[in-house]
Structure formats: structure tokens, C-alpha cells
């Protein structure tokens, strides 16, 4: 591996590695914009410039690989002349309008100006004007005039999606990013030319004027749209919670996980966090005694459900759990089924169009923990019926418990008769999860779940990867994670405190996950540590 | 007449638009030579041409817009019968290019990159076109014309049909 | 009178068809190299001395041998009749009147490289001249002069017409132009002889150039070197045009000197008048005053000066000149010639228009022409390719050598 000096640092990189890179490995940040480590070198904005030794001229470190014995210099005063100089060109017509630009804060331009520019400006002349305000598609703003032409979106639409509907037309300083005339960009990720655009002229149209970025907190955490698991971070405004019309969750953005989903998310899972704050939320538990089920307290409704658990026989209990459901929750859940017998369970309810893969990120499983689910042993017990079996079992009254997490059943592929016989045919309804709905409203009992944005827990993606998500906000109202209602209802039930499971008796989202490390061979020696911010494999 | 808004190259034509992407390594090569074909047959590049000649070429419509909007000599709008392109760079400047231009507005009663109304005349003014020893000088449709004079220019503008 | 060498042909009415051609001599270049190895056709090459003669001014042997040795990828030989350098017109002149030189010279050329496929870019707007290569391309093809017949596993011409773009004259915005694309140059590395057009090795190489090959080996690389300068060899077309009287393309030796052009070669200023500056390579190259004049004007001449030789066009300027109104005209054209690709040529160029248009409108600033210098400076050497260097040329040459003249302008508020 080449030996090359740094700003007086000697470090070894791979062969082909290009200066940005290796200066970061040096320590040293080079500033830029059109490079970026996903897409193909385009050289055009110059401000990556470096001094080398023995090289008259400063040269950009994007398109300059590492060498044997190469010394490299990214803080002379020529190459900070420099980057004066090409941050003055870069402004040269662009438009004021930080004031009403979202992407103020988060601008490179701002960032940049304020660390290498600080010059006084000198152009009076009128600028160059394109077109502003120009939706894309569903998602992406174009200002024409903010645009730096970096052309990094063109190369995402180029590279990634391979579906080019972005082009820079024109030339000189009349170029000027844009659409073939009567074509969207609308492509299933489109969200990311928001991420790559260093400056203002793609921005995301959900997040227009919501809130400032400046006011935003960040939470790591993991999509739950599909089976993979793209590392995201989950931005809330938290601080100004009278912003973003009073939602607490902002936007999502992608988190560099280089395994699962490398720099990119998909826009249905970029877009599909509105539901945490929907009006629709579970934010109390209900029982229901005459008419529809009125909120009471988790006393009252935890009693009520362990009531149902302890007076039926475990044959006459179905439990549908849900690939939504987080590693703790389910091994929790699969604790409290084992205890009690309950070999009636099931977690794979088919979705009534099936999902498709999309080649890049987005998987036909549109559930976060489908493998969590199977490895944590969420299917029949033995002689147990499965999902339709139980549905049935429940229209004929041999189940007579129907407990359904999370599932919205009259949605499913499931046929609506069926659904409805069941939902029927069961003495006693019990729905958990995050969001009021069909299911939900027959339900006898309704117990509300926090939603993984709201707790720490965990995620087994389709690739086997184990993956933490943290809390960005606090649980909705009494919103409870399933994991620790599933611990309440064993300290309710006498065969179950005897046992002392280390699972039901947590008091700790880490504490429940070293239980099912220790009873799962899968999980064996994974720890919330060990996960970290990129995850673990579990054993094959 | 083949329609600029309808555009469908005949099969002749097509043999020739294949034949061209042959004579390159990777076809894409021949997409200049194919537009050239292209506003020779429908008289000039709409966004229609620009969709139907990015199909044959596996091209998304935006990067052959992108290759249309660069060149000059790519008309996006319906041009006259004739194109008056005349030169302003140094050389024609020096040699009286200005008063030429001047004459050429007034005579056909438009300003450069105007058609004029009966759609004979499109009037450009363009960058060297590398006659300077002829200077002043424009290009009118295929031929080179030089050292104008105002009379020699009405010459040729009353020559046009 | 020197010798016409490369211009022998330029008078004649029938040298432009493949029989007119023979009859002067033609193809007995070819006749020789198609015996000679490629690497000694390269020697050959190497010891004239010869310069690329579009405007880089590179030793062509040197450039010959950048291709790596032992690659077994396909060569491609782009011919550069892209000619766009305002007050350059000799390309022209090779196409139509002696287009069989440059088929000559590409046959020498391939050999020396060992490349079956040519592309010959013409610029678009060059109809006349690319309808008459065409014609002597088929004659070509006709003769077995061309094709599969060719010794050394044949040799194909396409010929690719532009579309109006000057960026596309340079060698890689030519090559992105030949693949299809806008005329953007491409980040260097890769240089073209490793990876260049479809990403194969490749030389491209102005017509001008090819058209000395045949000289060359019919008479020696020494014999070529011994009629120039010591960096350079051979003779020349200057493209001589503005207020001389008898403009004009001009044959001589490289050691021409600009003065001698100008007033032995071209007449001198025409209507008896003075004169006051000349640009000696193309709009690209400083500017110069009359007492810098007496340059030989080969690589090293203007260049002394703080110019260039460039294409070689030479344009001269008269005491009735106002030089803030010509840097105007020659800030447009790079304004409008900008490619668009990396941000300081794109931005700056616009601006500084605007800033020259402003000055000859009678609306200039005092702060304008420091601004214009700066930022002129500034920018130099910070871009994808050399276009913008060739507008730094006439930006700070016209103020810096022309100032009082642009201040009295600003000073004055009037028009130019």
C-alpha cells in the first residue's frame, strides 16, 4: 500500500485512493462539492485543490490518486488563496436568499464561505436568473439560480437509479439544471439528489419552510419501510415543537452503513415516518365493557388482559405477532407464549399487494424484522396453527382469545369474510400496536404501542445483520414498547412471575436483548455494544 | 411533409441512422451526425424529435436536450428558409462587422435570432466562423459570403427566395 | 520567395481531386512511411522538430509516443478540423483546397501509431469544405487508398461534423463531442494517448499538422528541423487578417518574424494608417504593441513577450482601434463559448463580459479593471482546460498594456 506525507503525516492507504480520502485518513477535511464517494469524479467545481510537492500547480485531490512518496499539502497559504478564489467564483450568481432558503445551516456554501471565504464581495452586476420554485416530482424543489452545477444529481440519476431524467442544458452561465420538458423526477429515489445537493437548489418539498435546521435534533436509527434496514437518522423538532405543524419528527435522512444500504434511502422509506405522528395514534389504552372500548388505565387494561390469558386454555388462544415488532418485543412475546403454552402463533399475515424489489434498496418484504421474527421463533409452536389457520380457528370459535399486534387484518391479504369471521367469531378481541384502525376499533381491549422511533430495540434485516434503532422522541402519550407490556402482564400471572424470566422481568430494552443473546444460538454473543451504530450478523 | 411534432424517421433513413452508429465504437457517437440528419428532415429539433431520437439511440430524452440545448447550430424553434448567420467576432469587428449588422436589422426588419414574419429569413449573429481574410463575412445556409458591403449584402438578401 | 511547401497546392484548380493531387507529387509520402516501421516514421517526426500546429505547440513525436508501448487496445486517430480560433482560417483553406494532404497525413500518422480508425472532425459550420473532403475521401476509397487494402490491418476515415461549439476545438471537449455528448473537456487524468475517445488510446492531432508528415518523410525530419527555429521546425500558415491590406493565409518559415508579416508578407496597414496592436495566435494570445513586433514567430517568439504563436492567427489592429471595444467583442466570445462545466471559467466569464459591456456602454467603474485582473488571476490554472487561460490572455494583456486608454474611457463615461 502506498506511503505518502500529509500536512507532515505519514499514512498508508490502498492503491487508488484519491487525495480526499487519504487527507481524511491524514485528519486533514478538503473541502468540496461535486466529489462525492459514491458517484464517478467529475473535477468541476475546483475547490478540492491541494498542493503537491514537485507539482507547479495546485491540483483537485478528487481526481489525483495517492502515490508512493507523495507529499501533499491542503493548508498552504496558496491552496487557501485558492479556495478564496473558487468560493468567490461559486458566488459570482448566486442568489441572496438565505433568509428564505431551507437549506440555510446545513449549506455548504454558508460553511464553506464562512471557513475559506471571507472576502468582500465585488460583483455589482446583475445576476444570471433561471428559474426558481420548480417542482421535479413528488418530492424534489429545483432553484435554478441556487444551483452550483456540481451535477451531482445528474450523475445519481445517471449512476444509481440509471434512470436519467436529469440533465444540465445549455452552457457558459446560462447552464442550467433541469427536466426534459413534460418528464417528473419520480423515481423511487428521488429523495437522495436532496441529500447530495450541497446547497439550496434541490430541496425536499415535504420539509419546505417546516422548520429551520438548526432547531432539529437527530436520533440514529433504522428504517422500518422494508426488510433492509437502511441506517437513517431521524431529525425532530423537539426544540421548536410549535414548528413543522406541531409534529415532532422533521424528516429522515440516510446513514452511511456501507453493508446495507451505502449513502441512499428509498423515498418510501425517506417519506413513510408520518404515521408515528398521525392523529391516528394509539395514545391510551381502552377497554371495552358495554359498547366500544373506552380509555382506561394500563392497570385496568393489563388486568383485563390477563384475565383473558389466564382463563382460556392454550389451545383456545391465537396470537398473530407482527415482523414490525422489534427483536426485544418478539423474544419477549415468545417468552410469555412459552410460558403460557400458547403454541397458536403466527407472524407472517400476507399483504394484499404483494411488494416487489426494486434491483437497488427496497425489498418485496415491506417489514422491518422478518428474520428477527423467524429466528426468534414467532411461527407455530408445536401443532400450532399459523396465521389463516388462527383466523379460522377464531370464525369457528376454537380460538377464542384473538390477540393481533400491530396488524391492520382488514387490509391484509387475507379475504375480507375471513377476516371478518374472525374478528367476530372471537370471544375476546386484544389489539396492540401504534395506530387506531379497523382492527383496532373491535377490539375488546386495546393496548398502544410505542413505535420504534420512540424506544431502543433492535431490527434482524433480510441480510441477518442486527441493527439498533435509538430513541428520537419519547413514547405518545401512554404508549408503551410491547417488550415491557409483556413483562407487566407476566408479573400478573402466577406460573409466570415463579419462572423469573430474564426477559419478562427486564427493566431495560439492552437487559431483554442479552436474554434472547443468551437463549437464541443466532444472537449468541451479540450485545447493544457490539452493534454499535452499523450492526452485527448473526451467526449462520 | 415529415411533422417535427409527430416525427418518425422512414425506413431508408433508419437503415442510415443504424449504418452511422456503426461507424463509431459506441453508437452514441453517431447522435450528433442523427440530429444533423434529423433537422435536415423535419427543418429543425423539437422536443418530439429530441424523445423519438433518444429511443433509438438508448438515451433518456434529458441527455439528448442536453445535446441540443449546447450546440448552435441545433434550431429548438422552427427557423426561416434561409438562416443569415453573420459574424461579430474581432476580426469581421475591426473589418465593419457592426455596420453590416446594423443594415441586415433594418433590411429584413429583425433583431438577431428573429425570424422574419414571411419565414424566409432567420437573422443570427454568430461567433468566427474563420473566413477573417474575407472580413466582414456571414454564412448564408450552406455557403460562406465575404467582404460585404451594405450593396452586396442587399445583393444577397434580394437573391433569396 | 521561400519555398511553398504546405501551400503549394492552395492555387492550383484541381489539386483537390485525387488525379490533380498525384500529378503535384501527391501520396509519394505515403508511398515511402507504408514501407518505414512506425517507430522510425515517429524518429522521423521527432528530429523535424515539428510543433502541433492547432495551438498547443507540443512536440508531435513526443505527443506519438505517450500511447503505452505494447497496448494491444485499438488507436484512434482524431483529426482536429474543429477550427474555431477567432482570426484563424488555414484549416480551412488545407480542406478545401488540398484535402488529399490531410488524407496523406493521417495515412503516415496511423502508421506511426498503429491505428486502423480515423475520425476526422469537421466543425459544423464548415459545409463547403467538409462536402469537398468528403469528395476526396470516396476517391480515396476508390483507389484502395483507403480501407482494408491499407498495409498494416487497414485504415478507416469517419468524417463527424460538429454542431457550433468552440470548446469542441479543444482536443477532449472534441473527444467528448465525437462520443456523442456536449463538448465538455474531461479531467485529465487520463490523457487521451492512454484513454481518450471511447475510452481507447488516442491521438488527436490539427490538420495542419498531418499535412507536414508527408514533407517530412519524403525529405527528412533534419531537412524539416533545418528551415525553422531551434524549438521549432519547418514552415508554417499564418492566418494573417484585419487592417492589413492584403489579407491572407501566409507560408513561411517559422522564423518569420511578426513584423515581417505584417508588412512584407500582408502589405502592411492598410489605408496608409498606424499601427496600434496585434494579436499574433488567435483571440487566445496576448496582445502586443508595436514595439514587439520583431519575434520570430515560432513557439518560443510570443511567447517571449508573454504571448503565444497559438494557431497563428494573426489579427491586426489600427490607430482608429478603441481596444476597451475589442476586449468587449472577444469577452463575449468566451462568455458565449464557455463550455459551462467547472465553476470559474462558467461564472467568470459572464461577469467580465458584463463588466467590459458596461465599459464601452460609457458605464464603467474605476473598480472594474482591477476586478477584471483579479479575478482573471484568480481563476487562471484553476480549470478543467485551457479555455479559460485563453480568455485571461486578451483580459489582462488589453488592460494592462492599454490601461490609460480604458481608464480615460471610464473617466470620460462615453461610448467607445
Redesign the interface.
Given at each position: 500500500m502506498p506511503k505518502l506525507t500529509i500536512n507532515g503525516k505519514e499514512i498508508e492507504v490502498p492503491a487508488g485512493t484519491n487525495l480526499i480520502e487519504a487527507a481524511r485518513a491524514a485528519g486533514a477535511e478538503v473541502p468540496h462539492y461535486c466529489y462525492h464517494p459514491g458517484l464517478s469524479i467529475a473535477g468541476q467545481c475546483r475547490l478540492c485543490m491541494v498542493d503537491i510537492d514537485k507539482v507547479p500547480r495546485p491540483q483537485i485531490a478528487c481526481n489525483t490518486q495517492v502515490a508512493e512518496g507523495m507529499v501533499v499539502h491542503t493548508e498552504t497559504d496558496r491552496v487557501k488563496d485558492t479556495r478564496r478564489s473558487i468560493m468567490e467564483f461559486h458566488l459570482i450568481n448566486h442568489p441572496l436568499d438565505c433568509p428564505v432558503c431551507d437549506q440555510a445551516g446545513e449549506c455548504w456554501l454558508q460553511i464553506y464561505y464562512m471557513k475559506h471565504g471571507l472576502y468582500d464581495p465585488r460583483m455589482t452586476d446583475e445576476k444570471v436568473h433561471k428559474p426558481k420554485a420548480v417542482p421535479l416530482g413528488p418530492h424534489v424543489m429545483l432553484d435554478a439560480e441556487r444551483c452550483i452545477l456540481c451535477s451531482r444529481c445528474v450523475r445519481f440519476c445517471d449512476e444509481i437509479t440509471g434512470t436519467g431524467e436529469l440533465g444540465i442544458f445549455q452552457r457558459g452561465d446560462h447552464s442550467e439544471i433541469g427536466l426534459f420538458p413534460g418528464t417528473a423526477l419520480d423515481n423511487n429515489y428521488s429523495g437522495n439528489v436532496i441529500d447530495i445537493c450541497p446547497v439550496g437548489a434541490l430541496t425536499d418539498r415535504d420539509f419546505r419552510f417546516q422548520v429551520r435546521v438548526w432547531y432539529l435534533d437527530t436520533a440514529k436509527s433504522v428504517c422500518s419501510g422494508c426488510a433492509r434496514g437502511c441506517n437513517v437518522e431521524i431529525h425532530t423538532s423537539k426544540q421548536r415543537p410549535h414548528h413543522n405543524q406541531g409534529k415532532r419528527i422533521a424528516r429522515l435522512k440516510p446513514r452511511y452503513n456501507a453493508e446495507v444500504n451505502q449513502w441512499w434511502l428509498c423515498d418510501i422509506g425517506r417519506y413513510g415516518f408520518r404515521w408515528i405522528d398521525d392523529d391516528s395514534r394509539l395514545t391510551a389504552p381502552a377497554v371495552k365493557t358495554d359498547g366500544p372500548a373506552v380509555e382506561t388505565t394500563w392497570d385496568e387494561a393489563l388486568a383485563a388482559v390477563a384475565g383473558a390469558l389466564g382463563r382460556y386454555r392454550p389451545e383456545e388462544i391465537g396470537v398473530l405477532a407482527s415482523p414490525q415488532m422489534s427483536n426485544e418485543d418478539l423474544w419477549a412475546l415468545r417468552r410469555l407464549l412459552d410460558g403460557l403454552g400458547v403454541a397458536n402463533r403466527d407472524f407472517a399475515v400476507p399483504p394484499r399487494e404483494p411488494g416487489e424489489d426494486d434491483k437497488l434498496l427496497l425489498r418485496a418484504d415491506r417489514n422491518p424484522n422478518t428474520r428477527g421474527a423467524t429466528l426468534l421463533g414467532l411461527g407455530p409452536g408445536p401443532g400450532g396453527l399459523d396465521a389463516g389457520g388462527i383466523l379460522d380457528a377464531a370464525a369457528q370459535k376454537k380460538v377464542k382469545c384473538l390477540w393481533v399486534l400491530h396488524h391492520e387484518l382488514t387490509a391484509s391479504g387475507f379475504a375480507a369474510a375471513r377476516v371478518n369471521g374472525a374478528l367476530a367469531g372471537a370471544e375476546t378481541l386484544i389489539f396492540q400496536g401504534t395506530n387506531a384502525g379497523l382492527t383496532s376499533a373491535r377490539a375488546a381491549v386495546v393496548l398502544p404501542s410505542a413505535a420504534y422511533a420512540e424506544t431502543d430495540g433492535t431490527f434482524t434485516n433480510f441480510q441477518g445483520r442486527v441493527q439498533r434503532f435509538r430513541p428520537a422522541v419519547t413514547p405518545l402519550g401512554e404508549a408503551q414498547p410491547d417488550w415491557r407490556v409483556f413483562g407487566q402482564l407476566a408479573a400478573r400471572l402466577p406460573k409466570l412471575t415463579a419462572a423469573g424470566d430474564a426477559a419478562l422481568g427486564a427493566e431495560r430494552p439492552d437487559q431483554v436483548f442479552a436474554a434472547l443473546a443468551a437463549g437464541v444460538p443466532a444472537f449468541a454473543g451479540l450485545s447493544y455494544r457490539g452493534l454499535g451504530d452499523a450492526g452485527q450478523m448473526v451467526k449462520a | 411533409m415529415a411533422d417535427p411534432k409527430n416525427p418518425r424517421f422512414t425506413d431508408q433513413q433508419l437503415a442510415e441512422v443504424r449504418r452511422l452508429q456503426g461507424l463509431y465504437p459506441d453508437k452514441r457517437g453517431a447522435l450528433l451526425p442523427v440530429l444533423h440528419l434529423a433537422q435536415d428532415t423535419f427543418g429543425y429539433i423539437s422536443l418530439e424529435i429530441e424523445a423519438y431520437v433518444g429511443t433509438l439511440f438508448d438515451l433518456s430524452p434529458a441527455h439528448v436536450h442536453e445535446v441540443v440545448t449546447f450546440y448552435t447550430m441545433y434550431f429548438q424553434q422552427p427557423k426561416g428558409r434561409h438562416v443569415v448567420a453573420v459574424c461579430h467576432n474581432l476580426s469581421c469587428h475591426l473589418m465593419g462587422a457592426k455596420d453590416i449588422i446594423e443594415h441586415c436589422k433594418t433590411t429584413l426588419g429583425v433583431e438577431p435570432g428573429e425570424t422574419t414574419a414571411d419565414g424566409k429569413v432567420t437573422l443570427l449573429t454568430v461567433e468566427c466562423l474563420c473566413a477573417c481574410e474575407q472580413a466582414p463575412m456571414m454564412q448564408v445556409d450552406d455557403r460562406y459570403e465575404g467582404l460585404l458591403t451594405t450593396d452586396k449584402v442587399d445583393r444577397i438578401l434580394g437573391g433569396l427566395a | 520567395m521561400a519555398e511553398k511547401i504546405l501551400s503549394k497546392n492552395f492555387d492550383s484548380r484541381d489539386a483537390h481531386t485525387l488525379a490533380g493531387y498525384r500529378q503535384t507529387g501527391g501520396y509519394r509520402g505515403w508511398d515511402k512511411a507504408k514501407g518505414m516501421e512506425p517507430a522510425a516514421i515517429t524518429e522521423e517526426v521527432k528530429k523535424s522538430n515539428l510543433r502541433g500546429l492547432g495551438g498547443a505547440g507540443f512536440p508531435t513525436g513526443v505527443k506519438w509516443g505517450f500511447i503505452p508501448k505494447g497496448s494491444t487496445a485499438?488507436k484512434y486517430l482524431v483529426v482536429n478540423a474543429d477550427?474555431?480560433?477567432?482570426?484563424?482560417?488555414k484549416?480551412?483553406y488545407i480542406l478545401e483546397r488540398d484535402p488529399h494532404a490531410l488524407i496523406e497525413g493521417m495515412l503516415i500518422a496511423a502508421r506511426a501509431i498503429d491505428s486502423r480508425?480515423g475520425f476526422v472532425y469537421i466543425?459544423?459550420?464548415?459545409?463547403?469544405p467538409w462536402r469537398i473532403f468528403g469528395a476526396a475521401v470516396k476517391e480515396a476509397y476508390d483507389a484502395g487508398l483507403l480501407g482494408a487494402s491499407v498495409p498494416g490491418g487497414g485504415f478507416d476515415i469517419?468524417i463527424?461534423?460538429?454542431?457550433?461549439?468552440?470548446?469542441c476545438g479543444e482536443e477532449t471537449g472534441l473527444i467528448s463531442?465525437?462520443?456523442?455528448?456536449?463538448?465538455w473537456p474531461k479531467?485529465k487524468?487520463p490523457f487521451p494517448a492512454v484513454k481518450g475517445?471511447?475510452g481507447?488510446p488516442t491521438i488527436v492531432n490539427n490538420v495542419e499538422t498531418l499535412v507536414c508528415l508527408q514533407h517530412i518523410i519524403t525529405r527528412g525530419g533534419e531537412w524539416f528541423a533545418g528551415l525553422g527555429t531551434k524549438t521549432q521546425g519547418g514552415t508554417r500558415l499564418y492566418?494573417?487578417?484585419?487592417?492589413v491590406a492584403r489579407?491572407?493565409?501566409i507560408e513561411a518559415p517559422v522564423s518569420v518574424t511578426l513584423r515581417q508579416l505584417i508588412y512584407e508578407h500582408c502589405g502592411g496597414i492598410r489605408g496608409g494608417r498606424r499601427l496600434k496592436a496585434v494579436?499574433p495566435g488567435g483571440?487566445s494570445a496576448a496582445i502586443l504593441t508595436p514595439d514587439e513586433i520583431d519575434i520570430p514567430m515560432d513557439v518560443d517568439g510570443p511567447k517571449s513577450k508573454g504571448s503565444m504563436i497559438g494557431s497563428a492567427?494573426v489579427?491586426v489592429?489600427d490607430d482608429t482601434?478603441s481596444i476597451p471595444?475589442?476586449l468587449m467583442?472577444?469577452a463575449?466570445?468566451y462568455?458565449?463559448?464557455?463550455?459551462?462545466?467547472?465553476?470559474?471559467c462558467?461564472?467568470?466569464?459572464?461577469?467580465i463580459y458584463?463588466?467590459t459591456h458596461?465599459i464601452v456602454e460609457g458605464k464603467g467603474r474605476k473598480?472594474d479593471l482591477d476586478?477584471i485582473l483579479d479575478?482573471a488571476k484568480?481563476?487562471a490554472?484553476?480549470?478543467?482546460c485551457a479555455f479559460y487561460d485563453g480568455a485571461v490572455g486578451p483580459y489582462i494583456s488589453y488592460i494592462e498594456k492599454f490601461r490609460e486608454e480604458f481608464e480615460a474611457l471610464i473617466r470620460s463615461g462615453a461610448h467607445a
Open positions: - | - | 485499438p477550427e474555431g480560433e477567432p482570426g484563424t482560417f484549416d480551412r480508425l466543425r459544423g459550420e464548415y459545409v463547403q469517419v463527424h461534423r460538429g454542431a457550433g461549439a468552440y470548446i463531442s465525437l462520443e456523442g455528448k456536449k463538448g479531467v487524468p475517445a471511447f481507447q492566418s494573417v487578417s484585419g487592417h489579407p491572407g493565409v494579436v483571440s492567427g489579427i489592429m482601434v471595444d475589442a467583442v472577444v463575449r466570445f462568455a458565449h463559448e464557455s463550455c459551462g462545466q467547472c465553476t470559474p462558467r461564472e467568470s466569464t459572464g461577469w458584463k463588466m458596461r473598480e476586478n479575478v484568480r481563476g490554472g484553476t480549470t478543467i
